[in-house]
């Protein structure tokens, strides 16, 4: 049987005596605080406060609309009933308001770094994001990472002059590394937040030390968590992955996309209103690093569907980077990278008012191709693949709605 949790009378009423006599969160970010690489743009009006317009502005990047076909977990199943990425970030962006509602902060700030912090993924998942940081390290000796490519499409590629507050919430985001306590840590500048950026190219260790700068930046990265911890496990019983009652352990945070979401909420807002940092109790945060366990040794260490990233999947991958890269180096304008990705992002940056270069004159090979990889969604890739090589060996099987039904695409 199910076990919601409920926050304790004590900070209830707390709650509703600071929001009865508008009390302040002093740790909240504050708008007139908001740094823009252009401050002479995007200043904030009654309609568009300073991040509703980060909201927007990323919610109408083309790139936004690709989440939609972009794996979560399960990347080889024709199934509406799972989530795919665009339902991931809106989970994110869910939770990080609800959390940022009750502790009083930002939440305008956590929606825009929730919706952008994974606009800069690969297709086929973390396994699409494995592949290609191997290939483009191979070939240059920099890493790739989602989060760093996230930046990376709203800062560099597709320019809107997103505030430095939202891009290092992006950058922070990491939901894979779990804390006990999170504490931002100041941020003053872009010259500052750049050197972030760039080491995590270089430097591997970098993305496991980034910290956000905002509490908003914080709510985002453990809402994350929140977010695909029990909606995984919820995908993985719907397929058949995992039986309807997994032996998942069950403590007090419960062990249910429900449970886990409901009881998570309860114990971050009670342990953190009204500090400078966010925190749950000890209990909670073994039990969190238990589960997280469990998901990578029932669900994303899946043999089956491991074997088809290796067997088709990666050879994909460095097939297609080759031919981009031959392309990228020729700079034909008739070829097929510059007719259907530099001229795309061209033309959605004809009419931004942040001046600069085109993208390509400011873009060596292997980035071109890299950002033209990370922005496909799964469905593109595959049908690149078979746009670049018709007698291609490689074919991605999918499950379709009837178990016995495999169908090759």
């Known amino acids: 049987m199910a076990d919601y949790h409920s926050l304790s009378d004590s900070i209830k009423e707390k709650i509703n005596e600071d929001r009865k006599n508008h009390k302040e969160n002093p740790y909240a970010f504050k708008d007139e605080n908001v740094l823009r690489r252009n401050m002479e743009h995007d200043r904030p009006n009654l309609w568009r406060p300073v991040f509703v317009r980060d909201v927007e502005k990323i919610l109408h990047v083309p790139y936004y609309n690709r989440y939609s076909d972009k794996t979560q977990v399960f990347s080889f199943y024709k199934n509406d009933d799972i989530s795919r990425r665009a339902l991931h970030v809106q989970l994110v962006a869910r939770i990080a308001r609800n959390l940022a509602d009750v502790l009083n902060l930002n939440s305008g700030l956590a929606e825009a770094i929730a919706l952008g912090h994974d606009i800069g ?4 998942g973390h396994a699409g994001e494995r592949i290609l940081n191997e290939i483009y390290f191979g070939r240059t000796g920099k890493r790739f990472n989602h989060n760093v490519q996230s930046v990376r499409v709203l800062d560099k590629i597709i320019k809107r002059n997103i505030s430095l507050q939202t891009l290092d919430g992006i950058l922070c985001h990491n939901g894979e590394l779990e804390q006990k ?5 100041a941020l003053y500048s872009f010259e500052e937040f750049d050197k972030k950026v760039e080491e995590c190219y270089i430097d591997e260790n ?3 030390h980034l910290v956000p700068c ?3 930046g914080c709510v985002v990265r453990i809402s994350d968590i929140i977010a695909y911890l029990g909606k995984d496990r919820q995908d993985a019983e719907r397929l058949g992955i995992l039986p309807k009652q997994a032996p998942f352990f069950k403590g007090k945070m419960g062990n249910t996309n429900p449970e886990i979401i409901n009881n998570l909420i309860v114990n971050i807002i009670e342990n953190s209103y009204g500090k400078d940092f966010l925190c749950m109790d000890d209990g909670y945060f073994s039990e969190l690093g238990k589960a ?10 899946n043999k089956e569907l491991n074997k088809e990233y290796n067997d088709n999947i990666k050879p994909m991958f460095y097939d297609i980077y080759e031919k ?11 070829s097929f990278l ?12 004809r009419y931004n008012r942040y001046g600069g270069p085109n993208y390509e004159e400011m873009t060596d090979p292997d980035q071109l191709v890299v950002d033209f990889i990370a922005s496909m ?14 007698e291609g060996k490689y074919k991605v099987k999918y499950m379709g709605y009837f178990s016995e039904h495999i169908v090759d695409i």
């Open 121 to 124: 993924h690969t297709p086929f």
């Open 181 to 185: 306590e999170y504490r931002p840590v």
């Open 206 to 208: 970098a993305v496991k």
């Open 214 to 216: 905002t509490l908003e």
């Open 292 to 301: 997280k366990k469990e998901n990578y040794e029932m669900i994303y260490g």
């Open 324 to 334: 981009l890269l031959k392309d990228a180096k020729d700079m034909n304008k008739s």
């Open 338 to 349: 510059y007719r259907h990705h530099i001229n795309y992002v061209n033309e959605n940056n």
């Open 377 to 390: 969604t799964d469905d593109y890739f595959v049908d690149i693949y078979k746009e670049l090589f018709p």
